[in-house]
């Protein structure tokens, strides 16, 4: 069964939720506007430190890593927390769903503005995101909470109450973040889902954590709690900010290195980033988690280097068509060069594999060695050529090519209408 993009779906409900939301507080006034105001200041704040990362998967930004994928945990943190805020030093609070909701949109968007202003983040999907989660968490809590369901809870289980339902809207969020990252890119959304779940246990528990300490602290000593247990998630915010500035110098770094087969001759023009772009899609496509990913993408992009050691350059550098040992010649010189750039002994890997018998590489050498094939037999093939080359290597897989994989990359080729034209000018954007 087709999965169905639910875009305007979603975005329809948080634009309903969110306008009632402000309509119904301006009607009835904001209650404990001191206790609003310090949670709002706590979201702008964490809005204002998102990282510097471009669009990706679930809030409709590009592949930066699993530690990312909540790109604001500080403010996330404190919009869930209030969100499940039943009492402040020990008074209960009376704000319901619909001011929880419109303090939480309101500083969102506040922070927002200088990443609207610069032409950066995710805005649009990551306010989606965070209404919808905060306001099925509030829908949760806040309602049962004002008609005493949960005053005889206490202590571990009321913590653990909060919890519960801080790890169900986490589970909520990576549904809703995995839909709106196949309506954006139109990648399969079984794997989208599973990649954003296996991102719940890692900033996700920091961000439920902290968010369930929050709320418990303001209840019983006040607003003072708020930033002395903002501190901790502020600060790794901030380091997973500078770890998305190195790994983007990073990759830079390493797609200049693949250029260095175009600059010396010995490949065409914008080969490797062709071979990366569309391995990415391929290993998408295969459900590859992120680590996976990004080796793949490196690899793709460095597995023609070990041509640099050849005397005489290959035709066009295709080398699909060389003799098997000579192919292997090639990837074991690459994976020595690899070795030597500190792209990791993965990376290496592939590159000195991509030649094997496909049943005994590893995944990523098996989708490097069919869309290098692919890429290389339909730019000699010209017009048309993509469906030739999808044939010949569909008669390939009896020892030389994963079927899985070229079956995969038929899936996207179809999928996302992609073919090359005459000059093998395939455009596809780069992940990472």
Not at 4 to 25: E, I, N, Y
Not at 364 to 372: K, L, Q, S, T
């Amino acid at each position: 069964m087709t999965f169905r993009c639910p875009l305007v779906a979603l975005h329809t409900t948080a634009a309903v939720l969110a306008t009632v939301s402000l309509l119904v507080t301006f009607r009835t006034g904001v209650e404990e506007r001191p206790v609003a105001l310090a949670f709002g200041v706590l979201v702008v704040v964490g809005e204002l430190a998102l990282p510097h990362s471009r669009p990706r998967s679930g809030g409709g930004t590009s592949r930066s890593g699993p530690a990312l994928r909540e790109h604001a945990p500080l403010g996330a943190a404190a919009s869930l927390a209030y969100a499940l805020l039943g009492e402040h030093a020990g008074q209960p609070t009376h704000h319901g769903v619909a001011q929880v909701v419109s303090v939480v949109v309101a500083a969102s968007l506040l922070g927002s503005v200088p990443h609207l202003a610069r032409g950066r983040g995710p805005v649009l999907d990551h306010l989606v995101r965070r209404v919808l989660a905060v306001g099925f968490a509030a829908v949760c809590f806040q309602p049962l909470y004002n008609r005493g369901v949960f005053d005889g809870w206490s202590g571990p289980a009321y913590a653990l109450l909060l919890l519960a339902l801080l790890v169900l809207t986490a589970l909520c969020d990576a549904v809703v973040a995995a839909a709106l990252a196949h309506c954006r890119t139109g990648w399969p959304f079984g794997p989208l889902l599973r990649e954003e779940l296996r991102s719940v246990p890692g900033i996700g528990s920091a961000v439920c954590a902290t968010g369930a300490v929050m709320a418990l602290a303001v209840a019983v000593v006040g607003l003072w709690a708020l930033p002395v247990f903002s501190v901790p998630l502020l600060l790794t915010q901030m380091s997973l900010r500078r770890y998305a500035a190195v790994r983007a110098t990073y990759r830079q770094t390493m797609a200049s290195l693949a250029r260095a087969t175009e600059i010396a001759g010995y490949t065409p023009a914008g080969h490797a980033r062709r071979v990366a772009a569309l391995s990415l899609a391929v290993g998408r496509d295969l459900g590859l988690t992120e680590p996976e990913l990004t080796v793949l993408e490196y690899a793709a992009l460095m597995h023609d280097i070990g041509q640099l050691s050849l005397v005489d350059p290959v035709p066009a550098g295709a080398t699909a068509g060389l003799p098997l040992e000579e192919q292997r010649r090639i990837a074991l010189l690459g994976g020595a060069v690899v070795r030597q750039t500190g792209a990791g002994a993965q990376v290496a890997t592939v590159v000195e594999r991509q030649a094997d018998p496909y049943p005994e590489q590893p995944r990523a050498a098996r989708i490097v060695r069919v869309v290098n094939a692919y890429e290389e037999k339909a730019r000699d093939a010209g017009p048309g050529g993509a469906l030739a080359a999808l044939e010949e290597l569909r008669l390939g897989t009896g020892g030389q090519y994963a079927p899985e994989v070229v079956e995969a990359l038929a899936g996207v080729l179809s999928r996302d209408g992609l073919t090359l034209p005459s000059g093998g000018g395939l455009t596809l954007p780069l992940g990472g």
